[in-house]
Structure formats: structure tokens, C-alpha cells
Nanobody, 123 residues
Framework: QVQLVESGGGLVQAEGSLRLSCAAS????????VGWFRQAPGKEREFVAG????????NYANAVQGRFTISRDNAKNTAYLQMNSLKPEDTAVYYC????????????????WGQGTQVTVSS
């Protein structure tokens, strides 16, 4: 229904910044809520941030509150995750997800996913 492709991951030092992008195609992107999740090796995929289809609502995990910013540009069919003040604990594969109905805090609630992009934060 909708295809998602993440980009922008890489290696960064602690306290550095990265901006992830999630490019969407298929069904009209603006009708979807967008979420960012991350998964470290051996860990469960966890919610990072979510934004509603018109950006009226934005939600963040406590671990990233004040450091990460989720945004979207519906004209470009793209969502973003600006990550500042990165910590080694932020190291994970980051995924974007889409849901036409809600913003859920658990990965099992999201029907559409990108392939992920690796973010590595060195100490």
C-alpha cells in the first residue's frame, strides 16, 4: 500500500547529529501517521517518535525527548528524524513506519515498514 525507504544513517561520535529521512511512495503519504523505531542487536524494537498526518501531534520516547525531532514534508512524501546530542545508547537500526489510523507505541501496531538504516554512535 505504501513503500518506505530510510536513508541518512551512518557513524557519528557522541554528542554529534544525524538526520534520517524516510521517503514514501504508493498511497497518498499525507494520510498516514509516521513513526520512527529503533532496534539494537538482541533488543526489542522500540518506539522513538511519531507524527500525525498533518503534524498536529508529535510524540517522543522519554529516552530521546529534547534531543530528537520528528517532522514531515507531505509535499515531498518524506518524513525526517533529526537526532542531536547523540549517545552510544542510540546505536541501533532505525526504521520508519506508517499507519493510516493511529500512532502506536509498539512496533506490532504498525502495518508498513521501511528496511532500516544503521546508526552507530561511538563513545
Amino acid at each position: 500500500q505504501v513503500q518506505l525507504v530510510e536513508s541518512g544513517g551512518g557513524l557519528v561520535q557522541a554528542e554529534g547529529s544525524l538526520r534520517l529521512s524516510c521517503a514514501a511512495s504508493g498511497r497518498t503519504f499525507e494520510s498516514y501517521n509516521v513513526g520512527w523505531f529503533r532496534q539494537a542487536p538482541g533488543k526489542e524494537r522500540e518506539f522513538v517518535a511519531g507524527v500525525s498526518w498533518k503534524s498536529a501531534s508529535r510524540n517522543y520516547a522519554n529516552a530521546v525527548q529534547g534531543r530528537f525531532t520528528i517532522s514531515r514534508d507531505n509535499a515531498k512524501n518524506t518524513a525526517y528524524l533529526q537526532m542531536n546530542s547523540l549517545k552510544p545508547e542510540d546505536t541501533a537500526v532505525y526504521y520508519c513506519a506508517a499507519d493510516p489510523y493511529k500512532i502506536g507505541s509498539h512496533y506490532s501496531q504498525w502495518p508498513y515498514w521501511g528496511q532500516g538504516t544503521q546508526v552507530t554512535v561511538s563513545s
